[in-house]
């Protein structure tokens, strides 16, 4: 069995989407949060899954948070960290020590669109085309290598909340897709570069047309 550690801030939809995916082989060991109020808990709490709150404001600096979050983590020997809404930036020292088992989703087709508000910036820029990201973790911000990207259209009459929906309901798809690859062992970092393997040429873009 290998586990996994998935962490939090807030609704946790993508966190439910993984955890209903049931990878064979795999059982989540803990769901983190850093918010006391993040809604995702309940869930996990339903399903009889070990959650834990590290509230992050309780911490002098960032890298005391990171240690005593990644000390929690480790007690579950994880074979994979999965960031799922965790709207906390970790430190470099956090982010080495996960090297090529910390995977994060982003609301973007990155590299466009990093940071915050990425559904009013792709409106403003007037793309037709957005989507959502799943990527290994690198010190650098909502980069780092790509696993899988879902692509969906800009629809005339789109508000930040319409076009947040249609990548959401994306994101549910290609997130537990990215982490059942990883913990079959079909994918894995190789000095800086996705390796893919047992999958079909193209796996890693989910397009969806208009309509
Ligand atoms: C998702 O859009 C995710 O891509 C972004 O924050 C949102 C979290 O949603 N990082 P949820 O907590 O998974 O419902």
Redesign the pocket.
């Known amino acids: 069995m290998k586990n996994y550690v998935i962490l939090?801030?807030?609704?946790?939809?993508?966190?439910?989407?993984i955890i209903r995916a049931q990878i064979p082989g795999a059982e989540v060991s803990a769901v983190i949060a850093n918010r006391p109020d993040a809604?995702?808990l309940a869930f996990a709490v339903d399903q009889g899954i070990l959650t834990q709150v590290l509230d992050h404001k309780a911490y002098p600096s960032r890298e005391a948070f990171d240690a005593v979050l990644a000390a929690e983590i480790d007690r579950h020997a994880p074979a994979l960290v999965v960031?799922?809404?965790?709207?906390r930036v970790l430190g470099e020292d956090f982010v080495r020590r996960y090297a090529g088992r910390l995977m994060?989703?982003?609301?973007s087709l990155l590299p466009s669109f990093p940071g915050l508000h990425t559904h009013a910036a792709a409106l403003a820029a007037g793309v037709r085309i957005h989507g959502?990201t799943v990527h290994f973790v690198t010190p650098a911000l909502d980069s780092g290598p790509i696993v899988i990207q879902a692509a969906v259209p800009v629809l005339p009459g789109d508000d930040a909340g319409t076009l947040?929906a249609r990548?959401?309901a994306r994101?549910h798809m290609i997130y537990p897709r990215a982490v059942r690859w990883f913990l079959e062992g079909r994918l894995r970092l190789d000095q800086g570069r996705v390796v893919l393997a047992g999958e079909p040429t193209g796996a890693g873009a989910l397009i969806v047309p208009a309509g």
Request: hydrophobic share 45%; charged share 15%; net charge negative.
């Open positions: 939090i801030s807030g609704r946790g939809s993508n966190m439910e989407a809604e995702g960031l799922a809404g965790f709207m994060n989703i982003h609301p959502a947040a990548v959401l994101e």
